[in-house]
């Protein structure tokens, strides 16, 4: 997609392609990020569609970039999974990082569940936690929503009182409740990234009453509520960033982090997508 857009009509023709593909619509789009690549494993797959396939979705110019939208039925209901996101930090605007939200909004999906990895910042967090994503602080440098407001898609000024959903994070508060499930609840703020934080800035974070630090997930969650999807968010916490504790993060530990705790991920994205 280009720096100019027609958003609307641009998102509008590349929902009917999708729509074309299948003959219902989904009740879910879930973004799986780290944490959460293996649900697709639960989803019985009807069909998977790669990027580059998808008329006006964004380019990758990252050589052997891979991603593919699958649509299939996790737990009786019908969701279409986003596997592999736009980062900003990749070089996209926002406007293509939100693309996929726009889209999933003119197939008439209604519900969003976006998943990622995070440093913790709060002292009662420990490497391998389930946070649900309770609030969120954009800290990001571009906001997806700049530029002349299309009152099709929402209003110019949006309400982010409840970004995430209380319902949904009721329904999953619940089901790991009753089934001893352990998990934590915090404030996600949103860094441009490609650096993890320095010691400076992890304090930082935690002074301005983040729980938990990542790249992504933001500007997705700001263009769905434009939209007024109903939004649940799950991380995990996949390092420690506190003065006190020194531990180096890395990428390969990151992912290591985000793969013990997917099965506790995998389990409560499919409750909801059940319940719900
Ligand atoms: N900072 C930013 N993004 C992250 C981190 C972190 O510590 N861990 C996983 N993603």
Redesign the pocket.
Known sequence: MSEVTNEFEMSLETANFLKKQINYIPEYAIVLG?GLGSLVEDIKVEKEIPYKEIPNFPVSTVKGHKGSLIFGELNGKKVLAMNGRFHYYEGYNMKQVTFPERVFWQMGIRKLVVS?????VNRNFNIGDVMLIKDHINFFPEHPLRGPNDERFGPRFVNMSEPYSKKMLQVVRSYAAENGIKIKEGTYLG?Q?PT??TLAE?TMVRNMGGD????STVPEVIVARHMDMEVFGISV???I?TAEFIEE?NHQE?LKA?KAAEPIVRELVGKLVELY
């Open positions: 780290s990622n990895a995070s440093g913790g860094l990234g993890f934080e992890y938990a630090v990542g790249m916490i996949t390092d960033g993060v990151v985000a």
